[in-house]
């Protein structure tokens, strides 16, 4: 089979979604690449494929008690998604190069930072993170949905808890713990009732006893809400703040990049008020939608203050 057959093939079983298709197609490549004396080619083919395999066979169904309580994902995002101020890049960078690199720290009896809590308005960049951090690393995203977790039954929500932890314990990945505040309140609050006592206590025997190879990370929108035992069983909190002036251009520069020649950002600034960075993202996608659907209408600051003034309205009542 000539190079240029080879290369049809193989995009036509990408796109046809025929997986086995494109792994025989790509063992024939490697097969030819090998009859020519480039072993090192062929080889490496090889490898892609076994690795390919190999992750496939790892990422089984999940137990049926864990089905629609957890999500499953691998993200494609990277550092440079994220515009945050450059003390949270630095934390997110040194949590990454400490788990690539903590066969270094084991030889001198020191962790990774593996538990890890975010916390900040919503639309500030935690979920991003979790993502970037499970993308920089090659794990899969295990996204705990808490409004499942948590069921009116005595008992039923520290079991799963335990199910959920024994997952962490065998399939390695990166465990995000959305909208915390839902276990983690405050056991002395007034209103608490002993269920959801007894489900925090279990979470932090839980996380005080994991030592997988997995990361956890927790997501909170307002850690004044949370009891404060749960900060020593972290290895770090970080803060994440609704953006900075300079932050609210960068992310205007980010999205409108294509249509920013006639755009005067710093005008649009004063308007942009309590935005998150989430909105600010979704207010730009508004004006990109309208500058597509009608031709007449280029890209202005006009239209991009419309559309801030209107995400303004539906979140700042």
């Known amino acids: 089979m000539a190079k240029a057959e080879y290369i049809i093939s193989l995009i036509k079983s990408h796109y046809n979604n025929e997986p086995e ?3 025989t197609v790509a063992l024939q490549i490697a097969a030819h690449e090998a009859k020519l004396g480039h072993t090192f080619v062929a080889n490496e083919i090889k490898n892609i494929i076994d690795k390919a395999k190999e992750t496939k066979h790892k990422n089984k169904i999940l137990a049926p008690d864990l089905q629609g309580l957890i999500q499953e994902n691998v993200p494609a995002v990277n550092l ?24 270094k720290l084991l030889k001198h009896d020191l962790e990774n930072r593996r538990k890890i809590m975010l916390s900040g308005p919503p639309g500030t960049g935690k979920t991003l993170t979790a993502s970037i951090v499970a993308n920089e690393l090659k794990l899969p995203l295990y996204t705990i949905l808490m409004d499942k977790m948590v069921t009116k ?6 079991a799963k808890l335990r199910q959920v ?8 990945g990166v465990y995000l ?5 839902a276990i983690g309140g405050e056991r002395s609050r007034d209103n608490d009732v002993g269920e ?23 997501i909170t929108n307002n850690k004044e809400l949370l009891d404060q035992a749960l900060f020593r069983r972290f290895d770090d909190v970080i803060l994440y703040n609704l953006p900075s002036s300079e932050e609210k251009e960068e992310l205007l520069k980010n999205r409108l990049a ?4 006639k755009i005067k950002f710093k005008d649009l600034l004063p308007d942009i008020n309590g935005l998150s960075h989430a909105e600010i993202s979704l207010a730009c996608i508004d004006a990109i939608k309208e500058t597509v659907l009608n031709e007449k ?20 009542k």
């Open 196 to 218: 959801m006592r007894r489900v925090l206590n279990s979470f932090l025997q839980f996380i005080e006893r994991d030592s997988s190879d997995s990361l956890i990370i927790a």
């Open 80 to 103: 440079s998604n994220i515009i945050a101020p450059q003390d949270i890049k630095s934390k997110i960078n040194r949590i990454i190069s400490e788990f690539v690199q903590r066969d």
């Open 21 to 23: 298709r494109f792994s």
């Open 153 to 158: 039954f005595m008992g039923e929500t520290s």
């Open 258 to 261: 294509q249509f920013a020649k």
């Open 297 to 316: 209408q280029p890209m202005n600051n006009e239209l991009i203050l419309k559309a801030i003034k209107d995400r303004n309205a539906a979140y700042h």
């Open 177 to 181: 713990f959305d909208e915390f505040d």
């Open 165 to 172: 932890f024994d997952l962490i314990e065998q399939r390695q």
